[in-house]
């Protein structure tokens, strides 16, 4: 079939068979005594997920003027059969693939379609729930881990997040557990904070979305039965200054904030105690992964059960390396835990903090390779500080990968969107990536407009085969030497977010260091720029 005549057979369906349906369905609604309403309306051209030919077909046609013309029919006979009754189209934001072209955008800058335009001109309003990020942009304030939600008895919590879509809960990141003011204040865009499950009874994940919206249906962080984990998270909040959480298991939830984004027109941020106000509001600047320390080869070793360690990021391992400047209010870095001897956690805090109540990275097993991506106030000698809080000496790494100064990109964050998922087949990806392979995402998915410097997101592993690890860089680069998320075996799934520096052209590369084809997923959660 040509476009024209694809688009003649869906008139002649419109009028000889949806017509009907939704006048079908509209009398057995009235017969109940309910109003019809529409749940996943809009197209679905998809077809056989194998044949080139008709994707490409369907692709076109989407993207057609033609597909306004139908579209805006489409919703005359919905509104007039219906009395102008609710339509939820499916979806928002999505790219086209052999599985679909479902978005009314292919990506959040785009702005205008065939088929976005017509369901504006329905709506008969520019708000229909498609919201690009905030071109203001937002500036960092690092503060100190400041622990806002502990749902354990032990703890004085109200109890584990029920399993399932009935146990959804909002949680205030404005008070912490006892009441006190927690560690995000009013006029906040995004926050940065560590989520852990605690010991979990059973395998499954979390989904976290801005407080009052929809629970996305991306996951943030995947747990395992008695397996304690975190994932150090961005994420875009509302005015009420809340988070929405989803558990597919019944599980304990901990969150501690590390600090939060304020539009920068809001640059003076209130002046509370533990913290700087002339000091801590930063904008990011996104650098190649570099270490800055190995314990393993540090004049002092393996840090010792209970101890504290003073850690500068100042220089790389050789001390003449420049990585983070002076003057740096913070570092973004990833904390790497290298098979450790037992089961424990370690803490991060700034260099002139005496100590933290906040884990900064769990592990159970021993042995075992982890990481987790952080953000962590700097004293004023650029320094953090790493605490043991396990029974055996442990070798940590820590890879620097940005910093906060007056300097560099606003943040400008977005509701999750998922870039990139190698299970599903689309046009860049089809099937896992293959061992020492590089997956390249580029800005239509990544979401990142041109100026874009960096990108904030949640990268999984899914699926593993083997022990591994992904690498990630901007698109064309030089491959670092650090890792970026590590798993230890078959079968697990491990997330951890990042920011990362992307091309100039706005791309991301994921490199798979393992030795066996993993699936890998991205979920975008705002850009720097």
Same mark, same amino acid.
């Given at each position: 079939? !040509?476009e024209?005549?694809? /688009?003649? #057979?869906?008139a002649r369906?419109?009028?000889?068979?949806?017509?009907?349906?939704?006048?079908?369905?509209?009398?057995?609604?009235?017969a109940?005594?309910?109003?019809?309403?529409?749940?996943?309306?809009?197209?679905?051209l998809?077809?056989?997920?194998?044949?080139?030919?008709?994707?490409a077909?369907?692709t076109?046609?989407?993207?057609?003027s033609a597909?306004?013309?139908?579209?805006?029919?489409?919703?005359?006979?919905?509104?007039?059969?219906?009395?102008? %009754?609710l339509?939820?189209? /499916?979806t928002?934001?999505?790219?086209?693939?052999?599985?679909?072209?479902?978005?009314?955008l292919?990506? *959040?800058?785009?702005?205008?379609?065939?088929?976005?335009d017509?369901?504006?001109? /329905?709506a008969?309003?520019?708000?229909?729930?498609?919201?690009?990020?905030?071109?203001?942009?937002?500036?960092?304030?690092a503060?100190?881990?400041?622990?806002?939600?502990?749902?354990?008895?032990?703890a004085?919590?109200d109890?584990?997040?029920?399993?399932?879509a009935g146990?959804?809960?909002?949680? %205030?990141?404005?008070?912490?557990?006892?009441?006190s003011?927690?560690?995000? *204040?009013?006029? #906040?865009?995004?926050?940065v904070?560590?989520?852990?499950?605690?010991?979990?009874?059973?395998?499954?994940?979390?989904?976290?979305?801005?407080g009052g919206?929809?629970? *996305?249906?991306?996951s943030?962080?995947?747990?395992?039965p008695?397996? !304690?984990?975190?994932?150090?998270?961005? !994420?875009?909040i509302?005015?009420?200054?809340?988070?929405?959480?989803?558990?597919?298991?019944e599980?304990?939830?901990i969150?501690?904030?590390?600090?939060?984004?304020l539009?920068?027109?809001?640059?003076?941020?209130?002046?509370?105690?533990?913290?700087?106000?002339?000091?801590?509001?930063?904008? /990011?600047?996104?650098?190649?992964?570099? &270490?800055?320390?190995?314990? #393993?080869?540090?004049?002092?070793?393996?840090?010792?059960?209970?101890?504290?360690?003073?850690v500068?990021v100042?220089a790389?391992?050789?001390?003449?390396?420049?990585?983070?400047?002076a003057?740096?209010?913070?570092?973004?870095?990833?904390l790497t835990?290298v098979?450790?001897?037992g089961?424990?956690?370690?803490?991060?805090?700034p260099g002139?903090?005496?100590?933290?109540? !906040?884990?900064?990275?769990n592990w159970?097993a021993?042995?075992?390779?982890?990481?987790?991506?952080?953000?962590?106030?700097?004293?004023?000698?650029? &320094?953090?500080?790493v %605490?043991?809080r396990?029974?055996?000496?442990?070798?940590?790494l820590?890879?620097?990968?940005?910093?906060y100064?007056?300097?560099?990109?606003?943040?400008? *964050?977005?509701?999750?969107?998922?870039?990139?998922?190698t299970?599903?087949a689309?046009a860049?990806?089809?099937?896992p990536?293959l061992?020492?392979?590089?997956l390249?995402?580029?800005?239509r998915?990544?979401?990142?407009?041109?100026g874009?410097?960096?990108?904030?997101?949640?990268?999984a592993?899914v699926?593993?085969?083997?022990?591994?690890?992904?690498r990630?860089?901007p698109?064309?680069?030089?491959?670092?030497?650090?890792?970026?998320?590590?798993?230890?075996?078959p079968g697990?799934?491990r997330a951890n977010?990042?920011?990362?520096?992307?091309?100039?052209?706005g791309?991301?590369?994921?490199?798979?260091?393992?030795?066996?084809?993993?699936?890998?997923?991205?979920?975008?959660?705002?850009?720097?720029g």
């Amino acid at each position: 079939w !040509s476009e024209a005549e694809l /688009f003649a #057979a869906l008139a002649r369906a419109q009028s000889q068979e949806v017509d009907g349906w939704i006048a079908a369905h509209v009398a057995l609604a009235a017969a109940k005594g309910r109003r019809l309403v529409s749940y996943e309306g809009g197209q679905h051209l998809a077809g056989d997920s194998g044949n080139d030919a008709l994707t490409a077909l369907f692709t076109a046609a989407n993207r057609a003027s033609a597909m306004g013309v139908a579209y805006a029919t489409y919703l005359d006979r919905w509104r007039d059969a219906t009395g102008n %009754s609710l339509f939820m189209h /499916f979806t928002d934001v999505g790219p086209a693939s052999r599985w679909g072209s479902w978005g009314a955008l292919e990506f *959040p800058e785009q702005g205008t379609s065939p088929k976005y335009d017509a369901l504006k001109a /329905f709506a008969g309003t520019d708000d229909i729930g498609v919201q690009p990020p905030d071109p203001g942009g937002s500036e960092y304030v690092a503060i100190e881990p400041a622990r806002v939600v502990d749902t354990r008895a032990s703890a004085g919590g109200d109890g584990p997040v029920r399993g399932g879509a009935g146990g959804v809960r909002t949680m %205030s990141l404005a008070i912490g557990p006892d009441g006190s003011p927690g560690g995000v *204040p009013e006029g #906040a865009t995004a926050v940065v904070y560590n989520v852990t499950v605690p010991t979990p009874g059973a395998g499954g994940h979390l989904r976290i979305g801005p407080g009052g919206a929809p629970v *996305p249906p991306t996951s943030v962080l995947n747990f395992r039965p008695g397996e !304690s984990i975190a994932n150090c998270l961005t !994420s875009k909040i509302g005015a009420a200054r809340t988070i929405s959480v989803y558990a597919s298991a019944e599980v304990d939830v901990i969150i501690d904030v590390l600090g939060y984004y304020l539009p920068a027109a809001q640059r003076s941020p209130p002046a509370e105690a533990g913290r700087d106000p002339a000091a801590s509001t930063r904008r /990011f600047t996104a650098t190649a992964p570099r &270490r800055a320390y190995d314990a #393993a080869l540090a004049a002092d070793g393996l840090l010792p059960p209970g101890a504290d360690r003073l850690v500068s990021v100042t220089a790389g391992l050789d001390g003449s390396t420049p990585l983070v400047p002076a003057g740096a209010g913070a570092v973004a870095y990833n904390l790497t835990v290298v098979r450790p001897g037992g089961v424990g956690h370690l803490r991060t805090m700034p260099g002139d903090v005496t100590d933290s109540p !906040s884990s900064a990275i769990n592990w159970t097993a021993p042995d075992e390779v982890i990481a987790n991506a952080l953000v962590t106030r700097l004293d004023g000698q650029g &320094r953090l500080k790493v %605490s043991n809080r396990s029974g055996s000496a442990v070798r940590f790494l820590v890879d620097v990968v940005g910093y906060y100064s007056d300097h560099g990109g606003l943040f400008h *964050p977005m509701a999750p969107t998922r870039a990139i998922d190698t299970r599903e087949a689309s046009a860049q990806r089809a099937g896992p990536l293959l061992p020492g392979g590089r997956l390249s995402v580029d800005s239509r998915l990544t979401a990142a407009p041109p100026g874009a410097m960096a990108i904030a997101y949640n990268l999984a592993a899914v699926r593993t085969a083997t022990a591994g690890h992904l690498r990630t860089l901007p698109a064309g680069a030089e491959l670092p030497d650090a890792s970026a998320l590590n798993w230890p075996g078959p079968g697990y799934t491990r997330a951890n977010g990042l920011q990362t520096a992307i091309s100039p052209t706005g791309a991301l590369e994921v490199h798979n260091g393992s030795a066996a084809p993993v699936d890998v997923i991205v979920d975008v959660a705002g850009y720097f720029g």
